[in-house]
T-cell receptor, first 115, second 113 residues
Framework: AQKITQTQPGMFVQEKEAVTLDCTYD???????LFWYKQPSSGEMIFLIY??????QNATEGRYSLNFQKARKSANLVISASQLGDSAMYFC????????????FGTGTQLKVEL | GAGVSQTPSNKVTEKGKYVELRCDPI?????LYWYRQSLGQGPEFLIY????????DSGLPNDRFFAVRPEGSVSTLKIQRTERGDSAVYLC???????????FGPGTRLTVL
């Protein structure tokens, strides 16, 4: 069965530092998509970044980059130059070709950016 | 509006009552999804519409849950005979097509007393 694992329930980082949020996945499907979403206390899920399983290069979007290691089945999110507004819950999610169009989410990591 | 909207933002009901939750997707988005997020968990898939039809309803927990999208735009999630375990945030998302990025609404927080 497909599964997403986020092993860090909470993380702290100092403002302006970089932080890595871990995500591992388990699937036998060769074609899949990986997503990261941010959920502030307001509750809305905000799309951050996407990586396809066949993409040759790691995805980047501004201060967000995805460290995709296919052989290790990991898709860690790197946030550079952290800002106070980055404090939120972060979810890793996957879309499996064999699972239709639905997203399967991990349990999330609560990130706190400190001065 | 520019984004996905959901109403009501909060709903408190008593055990056994019927509730309807509404989702208004981004204009032009043909795909619509419902997820349920329990406290401390990630969202869990409930149902996915492509146009008016439910393309995948494998996540609906039981037959008390039902969703419709009669005109291919607004969707309503209906829960009959609510139970305390139904308490959660119900999230709606839409995408321009199958396989595209999903944009989420702010959710409806349902509390069943």
């Amino acid at each position: 069965a497909q599964k997403i694992t986020q092993t860090q329930p909470g993380m702290f980082v100092q403002e302006k530092e970089a932080v890595t949020l871990d995500c591992t996945y388990d699937t036998s499907d060769p074609s899949y998509g990986l997503f990261w979403y941010k959920q502030p206390s307001s509750g809305e899920m905000i799309f951050l970044i996407y990586q396809g399983s066949y993409d040759q290069q790691n995805a980047t979007e501004g201060r967000y980059s995805l460290n995709f290691q296919k052989a290790r089945k990991s898709a860690n999110l790197v946030i550079s130059a952290s800002q106070l507004g980055d404090s939120a819950m972060y979810f890793c999610a996957m879309r499996f070709t064999g699972g239709g169009n639905k997203l399967t989410f991990g349990t999330g990591t609560q990130l706190k950016v400190e001065l | 509006g520019a984004g996905v909207s959901q109403t009501p933002s909060n709903k408190v009901t008593e055990k056994g009552k019927y509730v309807e939750l509404r989702c208004d997707p981004i204009s032009g988005h043909t795909a619509l999804y419902w997820y349920r997020q329990s406290l401390g968990q990630g969202p869990e898939f409930l149902i996915y519409f492509q146009g008016t039809g439910a393309a995948d309803d494998s996540g609906l927990p039981n037959d008390r849950f039902f969703a419709v999208r009669p005109e291919g735009s607004v969707s309503t999630l209906k829960i009959q005979r609510t139970e305390r375990g139904d308490s959660a945030v119900y999230l709606c998302a839409s995408s321009i097509g199958q396989g595209s990025e999903q944009f989420f609404g702010p959710g409806t927080r349902l509390t069943v007393l």
